[in-house]
């Protein structure tokens, strides 16, 4: 019974000085410290775009949870991933008295205002003449000479996004930093809301209707982007609307490489004292060109940069090896009780 009892009081012992894994925890994101920016570019046939915001100085903060987990301490020496499951919420900006900022379009791409996450408005110089340039459709191409570009604007909303984050683990180094590079950004819910249209002048009622059937053949092929054809043959103008709703969240595969250029850092001091994670994001939306519109026409670049800043109490729990060998010290101990009652 002796030999019992010791082996029961050393595996509680080793039990007691086995080290703590710790858990996934949840960090609640800090409103008034978290902002993303929207930044847009590109070119639009072979020109530069330039891009305005729709509400100046207009600030989109953020809100929710951030799910993250811990290789060891979380300290210098441990590690830091993210296993998935965040919920990082852009809020719609407000004005005066709290009230919602109104974007253009309207949802779906219609006429209108609606409150939105972020808002541009997209124009491209006009009165150049376009180059003739081949577009591939379905199995073949066809050649587009669309002579002048009269004008081009377009307005498109960002609502109702959600964002995820994920990581496998990155090291955590001194002042508690870590690579934001080691993580990426999946888009959960986010639809981009457009309205626009490009117009275009021809020489002569001859290369109007040939512009015109050139579009339409365009239009057919990229449903998805609720292109529509107009033609005005007074004045030999061919005009190219979009009017639609993209689904972010569909696009540019499962996630989207964080490419910050400063460090994320997570601070430690107890279980008791709340932990601040600060993540610098900088992502680059998915471009229409996936939705099959060529970007010899449109060549549309949106990204978002800020940082997410969240807190959160840090919690451990016992190694696997801790609770084998809990529950054999529970086992010794039960059975050195059990025999004491039978001797008594």
Known sequence: MRCIRNLALALATATLFTAPAWAANTYNITQNQSQLNLTAGGSILGSTLTVTEQQANAITRYNGTLEVGFNGSPAPGGGINFPGGSAASAVNPTGLFNIPLQYSPNVNGAAGTAAANYGVNINAPIGFQIPSFTVPIGGGEITLSLGTLQSFNMALAIRDLDLDVTGNGTPIGAGGVFDANATSISIATGFADLNGALVFDQANFVDTLAVAAALNLLAGAVPDLGLTVSTNLFNSTV???????????????????????????????????????????????????ELGLP?????????LAGQLRATGLITEVPEPSSLVLGALAASGLALVIRRRRRSA
């Open 295 to 303: 970007t010899e026409i449109l060549d549309l670049q949106l990204s």
């Open 239 to 289: 005009s190219l609307g979009i009017g639609t709703r993209i689904d972010l969240s569909t696009l540019g595969g499962v996630s989207l490489p964080n490419t910050a250029a400063a460090d994320g850092s997570v601070s430690f001091v107890n279980l008791a004292t709340p932990s601040t994670l600060i993540l610098p994001v900088e992502i680059a939306l998915p471009s229409l060109e």
